[in-house]
């Protein structure tokens, strides 16, 4: 990997397609995660001594990072480090979004971080989600870009919305707490509403959604639908804990996003959503141990391709 296109990306300056080929070379082998971290320093020095003396006051913020596989703890904790170079600066003239630099997080497989936002907005990010956000926010407006799962708490700014875009939704918020599910891979949304309220804008039409306290918005035959929450269980995923409480068929949906899988289903009656699981696991104990407890539950079998990263469910 080029050392200049690492520090465009430490300085928020790649395109999508760079960002990409990025994480890929970081998740290939440790060796490149250390040569990161080494050149993460290395920046890190270098761009406390050039910060000019016009800044009057500069925070790193810090990104603390939930471990879920143990076996990727050091690492883990270097890469979302070097991820998040996180300030907020006072400069004697006012923001445009031109001036601003943009930083992204990626969250591998089988893990979550959590971050706090220049506003002190707290985001947990989960298994294979990006989040895109601003350094700090241009006056009068707040807006965040996600591909994945997030659960947000926004700070309270009646002047100033909390706005998270995905692919083809945008979830708007003055000061409360919500979780949005919005993997581009998957055909499926959610946005989940714990505090406050949140109106939901659909980019193709631009109709809007509000949501109340303990009601969610789902994609039910291409249109959003508000049913009510059921389980709060359904965000332990931020401690490190997955529920389900749905058709094995969407459990199954699930763990592939979150462990970067393919999984392939050949049992009918899993395809046909006629069996249902209710279950809780530790996200740590990793997903062979889930699969092993699922089915042992409700009677299937499945072989594991590790040269394909492929699972076949019988």
């Known amino acids: 990997m080029d050392d200049k296109l690492l520090q465009l990306y430490f300085e928020g300056r790649t395109t999508d397609e760079q960002s990409r080929l990025i994480t890929e070379w970081l998740d290939a082998d440790e060796v490149n995660m250390k040569h990161y971290q080494q050149l993460c320093r290395l920046y890190e020095i270098s761009f406390w001594h050039e910060v000019p003396e016009v800044i009057t006051n500069s925070v790193l913020k810090k990104v603390k990072f939930r471990h879920i596989w143990q076996k990727a703890i050091e690492v883990a904790a270097i890469f979302i480090l070097g991820f998040i170079l996180h300030y907020w600066i006072h400069l004697p003239f006012v923001d445009t979004e031109e001036d601003i630099a943009m930083q992204t997080i990626y969250v591998p497989a089988g893990q979550n971080a959590q971050l706090t936002l220049a506003d002190g907005s707290q985001v947990w990010l989960n298994a294979g989600s990006t989040l895109n956000f601003p350094t700090r926010f241009a006056k009068g ?174």
């Open 141 to 314: 407006k707040r807006k965040v870009s996600l591909n994945g799962e997030g659960f947000f708490e926004v700070k309270a700014n009646k002047d100033k919305p909390f706005i998270v875009s995905t692919s083809n939704y945008d979830i708007k918020a003055l000061g409360t707490s919500f979780n949005v599910r919005a993997y581009k891979q998957s055909k499926d949304f959610e946005a989940a509403l714990l505090t406050g309220k949140v109106e939901i804008t659909d980019h193709a039409t631009n109709q809007k959604l509000s949501l109340t306290p303990d009601n969610r918005a789902i994609l039910e035959n291409k249109k959003l639908v508000v049913t009510p929450m059921q389980h709060i269980d359904y965000f332990l995923w931020r401690k490190g804990i997955l529920y389900f409480d749905e058709s094995l068929m969407e459990v199954l949906k699930k763990l592939k996003l979150y462990f970067d899988v393919n999984i392939q289903i050949n049992n009918k009656f899993i395809i046909q959503n006629k069996i249902h699981s209710t279950a809780k696991f530790r996200t740590r104990d990793g997903l062979y141990h889930i699969l092993d407890v699922l089915q042992l539950t409700h009677h299937f079998t499945y072989q594991k391709d590790d040269e394909k990263n492929l699972i076949i469910i019988n």
